[in-house]
């Protein structure tokens, strides 16, 4: 025990101090003939521990790394192997991996990872009944600075402008004094994301009931909000909203087309050279 915490120390002043450069190994532990290095933790240890979670971290592996070829050694002695097809089960196991190994290489080679928007929109069109909000949306901006802040009137009459916003102007404004700032046009915000924003005092139920502006005042900040749009809870959501969603979809989509068109191309390939024959 003694050696085997010598080792473990070794192990982790090594590892603070360019450890994984060495070419030398140490040996941890054994069990009959199967043995547990230091380079078995390589890949695994975290270099950013400290020593004191560092010994921890390698006295917890080295029990697991026993009680597991305990039991492996066990199982070796005491399963017939043919009784559970485990040679067969590897096999199996070792093809499905080497299959989609390069399944993946194939697609990686031959998919486009573009998405038309023509694409999206047919099929949107086509499923927007499956994107019902679970919960509602808006599309806004949103200004907080001090109380003591300069141009307070200023800032309120551009972010409540009827006419065009003049976002150059408002962004220059909060760049330079607000405490959080949002606005980005093209992305829809979830309700509750936006009033996590606001002082826990206001009545969240009310927010833009007669209009979509919003001017809140507390002792120490100023809220400026205009709201451009939003959808209610069971609404179907605007496509923006889910458009990664379904480029996910598609790319999918594309990658298994991809994978059937090589799988058929291989397999004529193979009829024409007779390699593949049915008797």
């Not at 010994?55 to 080295?62: E, G, K, P, R």
């Not at 179907?236 to 298994?256: F, G, R, T």
Request: glycine share 0%; hydrophobic share 40%; proline share 1%.
């Amino acid at each position: 025990m003694r050696r085997f915490l010598y080792y473990i120390l070794s192990f982790t002043i090594l590892s603070s101090c360019s450890f994984f450069e060495r070419t030398d190994d140490i040996l941890l532990a054994r069990l009959g003939d199967s043995y547990l290095y230091e380079s078995d933790l390589k890949s695994i240890l975290d270099k950013d521990l400290s020593s004191a979670d560092s010994l921890a971290f390698i006295q917890q592996y080295t029990q697991n790394w026993a009680q597991e070829e305990l039991l492996l050694q066990k199982a070796e002695l005491n399963i017939d192997l043919s009784e559970f097809d485990i040679d067969q089960r590897l096999e199996d196991y070792r093809r499905s991996l080497l299959i989609h190994a390069y399944e993946q290489k194939l697609i990686q080679q031959n998919t486009d990872t573009i998405v038309s928007v023509a694409s999206l929109e047919t099929y949107y069109d086509k499923h927007s009944d499956d994107y019902i909000l679970a919960e509602s949306i808006v599309q806004l901006m949103l200004i907080k600075v001090s109380v003591v802040a300069p141009e307070l009137d200023a800032i309120r009459d551009l972010v409540f402008s009827k006419d065009s916003i003049d976002i150059e102007a408002i962004e220059a404004y909060a760049h330079q004094y607000s405490k959080r700032f949002y606005y980005n046009p093209n992305e829809w915000l979830k309700w509750r994301s936006f009033v996590e924003f606001l002082p826990n005092n206001i009545e969240k139920n009310t927010l833009f009931k007669h209009s979509n502006t919003l001017y809140i005042k507390d002792s120490l900040d100023v809220y400026f909000v205009k709201l451009f749009d939003q959808k209610a809870q069971g609404e179907i959501a605007p496509l923006e909203y889910v458009e990664d969603e379904i480029k996910s979809i598609l790319l999918n989509q594309k990658k298994l087309k991809t994978v059937d068109v090589i799988q058929s191309k291989l397999l004529e390939d193979a009829k024409k050279s007779k390699q593949f024959e049915i008797y």
